[in-house]
């Protein structure tokens, strides 16, 4: 059992709809991430939460909108997306130390027709 | 930069032979290395990691990593494979920041075969 919740875990959408992903965690962590994973593919960053606060933001495409509305929860906003944005998307967390692990969901598979 | 290179992308064992997973690493300093493992249509699941300390960590799933800063390396060793350890394996690097600007190697596919 995963101690990180993404949902949904999948998710089919078109090039003009609108969609969020959620993350939730309940480990007291309060850095949040998340991660792009395209088949055969390490996992690559794309945002970085620290105390509900963006610290680090991958020169994502603006079409990415990333929300941390608490230090549970993590959304990422999907708005006109093409279809290479179709991956796997994982959320992770960890404790604000250093070398504190990743604890990472099961990801949601995203496919943009 | 930090990086982290796998040399091997795909390896193929049998059940019950022992296993090393290759990870050389470059860092300013000194790294906090991470074997992570991923099923397919799964999340990432941590399996050591190392700082310092004892250059032999164990870790779960009966993996063990060995250290060596004059190799730059931290490879994964497993004295036998159980079919259930197919999998993609990732060593990463990270450092001492308050939050994790982890960099992953490219992966290694195991296969088991009977």
């Known amino acids: 059992d995963t101690e990180v919740t993404q949902t949904p875990k999948h998710l089919v959408m078109g090039m003009t709809n609108k969609k969020s992903l959620k993350c939730e965690q309940h480990?007291?962590?309060?850095?949040m991430y998340w991660y792009k994973q395209k088949a055969k593919k390490p996992p690559e960053l794309m945002f970085v939460?620290?105390?509900?606060?963006?610290?680090i933001n991958e020169s994502v495409p603006s079409r990415f909108s990333p929300e941390c509305p608490n230090s549970s929860l993590l959304n990422l906003h999907l708005h006109a997306l093409q279809p290479e944005d179709s991956a796997l998307y994982l959320c992770?967390?960890?404790?604000?130390?250093?070398?504190?692990?990743?604890?990472f969901g099961n990801g949601t598979r995203l496919t943009v027709t | 930069a930090q990086s982290v290179t796998q040399p091997d992308i795909h390896i193929t064992v049998s059940e019950g032979a022992s296993l090393e997973l290759r990870c050389n690493y470059s860092?300013?300093?000194?790294?906090?290395l991470f074997w992570y493992v991923q099923s397919p249509g799964q999340g990432l699941q941590l399996l050591l990691k190392?700082?310092?300390?004892?250059?032999l960590v164990q870790g779960i799933k009966g993996f063990e990593a060995e250290f060596k800063r004059s190799q730059s390396s931290f490879n994964l060793r497993k004295p036998s494979v159980h079919w259930s350890d197919a999998a993609e394996y990732f060593c990463?690097?990270?450092?001492?920041?308050?939050?994790?600007?982890?960099?992953f190697g490219i992966g290694t596919k195991l296969q088991v075969i009977p």
């Open positions: 992770a967390s960890s404790q604000e130390a250093g070398g504190s692990p990743l604890h």
């Open positions: 990463a690097v990270g450092g001492s920041g308050g939050y994790q600007k982890v960099t």
């Open positions: 190392y700082f310092s300390g004892d250059t």
């Open positions: 480990m007291g962590h309060r850095a």
């Open positions: 860092y300013g300093a000194t790294p906090y």
């Open positions: 939460y620290s105390y509900e606060k963006l610290s």
